[in-house]
């Protein structure tokens, strides 16, 4: 176990030191691209206008005779397109794929200055985030790099889900972690074939009530996993993010779980499809009534101490910290969108 005074050195000579408080970056969704079809990286452009991250995807939907044109296509859009204050993110091989190799060191050798956050998919433990670890670092000393490039780890197993709070605190590159229901529900071997969302058959019945037919209420599959994932995240000061939502054309249900997430405490997710990017702008972003409150609470209670009564409710030190996560949160997503700058009256 490293001491913490050696917890923010680098791990190679010459690599940037590492962020003792992530950088302050609105991240409501992770839009993926597959950067092999040319078709698609002509959209990026306009795409990194309208959300948070764009995400070059590597890995999993792209076909394993493709696996090199899309590292090739996505250091080729990384280098053509201006992102201005769009994330710009890779998703790459599992470790013990052949190509993650070349992924990690031409990536990072071309592009690591324009590079926020690498993606590992797969993350069974700690181990894997060290081995990534050590060699970001190598890989920034030998080409120069500014700035360290965060790791953002996807919990889509058993084994990786068992060891999520040593995953959360396993180097001061850790970014986030997203949820990954697909490969998450194989390796438990749940009954699903679903990419997120509930299952009809996953439920809890009402009490009998005479010759009544019994009602049945859906559960959510992911509520646990979820929330334990948050409460790694939050107690190491990285961010939680609910993953991808495969059903394309049921826009309710996708809006449905993203709500959820948030409300568990997740700050984004992934839009696989053009339809999800606003439906995750809108979700993740605070309700303005909700920031109107939050404000009311703020503005009783400048210093957090003692307890008013605002509408008949009364606010004291606890729900002024929850005032001011939603307030900070709606700064941030004003500084981005003036829209909803106005809508906060900020």
Request: charged fraction near 25%; proline fraction near 7%.
């Amino acid at each position: 176990m490293k001491l913490p005074r050696q917890f923010f050195k680098p791990l190679a000579i010459g690599a940037p030191a590492p962020y003792r408080e992530l950088p302050v970056r609105l991240e409501r969704m992770i839009h993926f691209v597959p950067p092999h079809l040319e078709k698609m990286r002509a959209k990026v452009p306009d795409i990194a206008k309208q959300v948070d991250v764009v995400l070059g995807n590597l890995e999993d939907a792209i076909p394993s005779d493709a696996k090199e044109a899309a590292r090739r296509g996505f250091i080729e859009m990384a280098k053509a397109t201006d992102f201005g204050s769009t994330g710009l993110w890779t998703r790459i091989n599992c470790l013990n794929s052949p190509w993650v190799l070349d992924d990690i060191v031409e990536i990072v050798s071309e592009i690591g200055n324009k590079l926020d956050v690498i993606m590992l998919p797969k993350v069974e433990g700690a181990w894997d985030i060290h081995y990534l670890d050590q060699l970001l670092a190598q890989l920034e000393a030998r080409h120069s790099i500014g700035k360290p490039i965060l790791i953002h780890a996807i919990l889509e197993t058993a084994e990786g889900v068992k060891n999520v709070e040593e995953i959360a605190s396993a180097s001061p590159r850790m970014h986030g972690m997203s949820l990954g229901p697909a490969d998450l529900a194989a390796s438990r071997a749940m009954k699903t074939t679903r990419v997120g969302g509930g299952h009809p058959d996953y439920k809890v019945l009402a009490d009998p009530d005479g010759d009544k037919p019994r009602v049945g209420y859906q559960q959510d599959l992911w509520h646990y996993t979820v929330g334990k994932m948050v409460d790694a995240c939050a107690a190491n000061g990285i961010k939680p993010f609910y993953g991808p939502f495969g059903d394309f054309a049921d826009l309710a249900a996708c809006e449905s779980q993203f709500r959820n997430a948030f409300l568990q405490g997740c700050v984004g997710a992934w839009s696989l499809h053009p339809t999800q990017i606003e439906i995750a702008k809108r979700v993740f972003s605070p309700d303005p009534g909700e920031v109107a409150f939050a404000l009311k609470i703020l503005e009783a209670m400048p210093d957090g101490a003692g307890a008013v009564m605002i509408d008949g409710k009364m606010q004291d030190d606890a729900t002024w910290k929850q005032a001011k996560v939603i307030v900070d949160l709606a700064r941030i997503v004003a500084a981005k969108d003036p829209e909803m700058g106005k809508a906060y009256g900020l």
